[in-house]
């Protein structure tokens, strides 16, 4: 059937400006990480994105490497593009990034000129595409010089292949290096990419200080933990969960007595709030607004609208903070 967008999709998300950029992000973002690879049928991927679309996400983030096997996940994502959203493209945010193996030999990899130009003409051919809204670096190269990791996104950005750069996974002094060179360049650094939520607290650590100084954007990605700060594990291990799926990201061994006991008090606290774990989750990210989008995965729709229902509850009380830090402790 013919997509149609529903026309009241711009209604309920908030969309906040990306550092001091003039590019607004969704409060929640879509990542494709998970689900779009070929192991996943195409009809789920595909209501993902059209859920996702009529509920004002408007921004989808890729990586070369996402699928399994890796490229599928572009590959699945430019198909679906171009029979449901041909018509929509100025209304879309499309990522893409390269840092990790993508190809055998030294040019697939890391952070050089080589395999950063060569692998975003890789990913505009899988998605069919003549540019991508934001194109990242996707983790620091230690023996590449930055200038050349960040002249070679100036000069993807100087081609038309990308709108906007951005870096993920850098600490906080890279990061502030990377950013300088860039504005050098003429450049500037649209947003970060760290991992963030209350199970992973790094970015507090300076590297937050560091986006507002400089005016750069952050989407937090893995905001729920892969699922762990949610009520899914709460009972044990659904068949269908990542947990359960093999992931090396998120195994059952990671689950731990000690984790778990943390997930239910935090569960009873979003229950007092009268919301759901997931959606306590992703406000605390948010609260403070010092980060721009979260960036979720979801395998149903139903993630989805908790994702977006999560908007109504945003504001936490101190004595709440100080709950969940004394938990998180
Ligand atoms: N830059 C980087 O290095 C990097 C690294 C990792 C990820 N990312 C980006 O971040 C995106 C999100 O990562 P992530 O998938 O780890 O994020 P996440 O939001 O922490 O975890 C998503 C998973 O949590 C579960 N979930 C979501 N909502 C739920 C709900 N309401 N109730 C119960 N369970 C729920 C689902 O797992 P089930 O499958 O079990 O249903 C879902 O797939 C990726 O797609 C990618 O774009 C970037």
């Not at 001091?20 to 195409?42: E, Q």
């Not at 950013?179 to 939520?197: D, F, R």
């Amino acid at each position: 059937m013919v997509y149609q967008p529903k026309e009241d999709r711009y209604q309920t998300m908030s969309y906040h400006r990306s550092g001091r950029s003039g590019l607004k992000l969704p409060a929640v973002s879509l990542g494709l990480w998970h689900n779009f690879g070929d192991a996943t049928l195409v009809e789920n991927s595909r209501t993902l994105l059209r859920h996702a679309f009529d509920s004002g996400i408007t921004h989808f983030d890729l990586a070369n490497n996402y699928g399994p096997p890796p490229g599928s996940a572009e590959e699945n994502f430019g198909r679906i593009l171009r029979q449901d959203f041909a018509s929509l493209r100025d209304e879309l945010i499309i990522s893409s990034k390269a840092g990790y193996t993508m190809w055998e030999g030294p040019y697939g990899d890391w952070g050089s000129r080589k395999y950063l130009i060569a692998s975003l003409d890789q990913s505009l051919k899988r998605m069919g595409l003549d540019y991508v809204d934001i194109f990242y670096h996707h983790r620091p190269d230690p023996e590449t010089p930055l200038e050349e990791t960040m002249t070679a996104l100036d000069h993807l950005v100087r081609q038309g292949k990308a709108l906007y750069i951005a870096l993920s996974n850098y600490p906080a002094q890279q990061a502030a290096e990377a950013i300088g060179i860039l504005k050098q360049l003429g450049t500037p650094c649209l947003i970060h990419q760290p991992k963030y939520s209350m199970f992973e607290r790094a970015p507090e650590k300076g590297l937050l200080d560091v986006l507002q100084q400089q005016g750069v954007g952050c989407i937090a990605f893995s905001p729920l933990a892969g699922g762990m700060l949610t009520d899914r594990y709460l009972q044990g291990i659904p068949e269908d969960s990542r947990a359960a799926s093999g992931s090396r990201f998120l195994s059952s061994e990671q689950l731990t007595p000690e984790k778990m006991e943390k997930v239910r008090q935090l569960n009873e606290l979003a229950q007092q709030r009268g919301q759901k774990l997931s959606q306590m989750a992703l406000a605390w990210v948010l609260r403070g607004g010092r980060v721009t989008s979260v960036l979720i995965g979801a395998s149903k729709t139903s993630q989805i609208d908790d994702a977006v229902a999560m908007l109504a509850r945003r504001e936490f009380s101190q004595s709440e903070l100080d709950r969940i830090d004394a938990i998180l402790a």
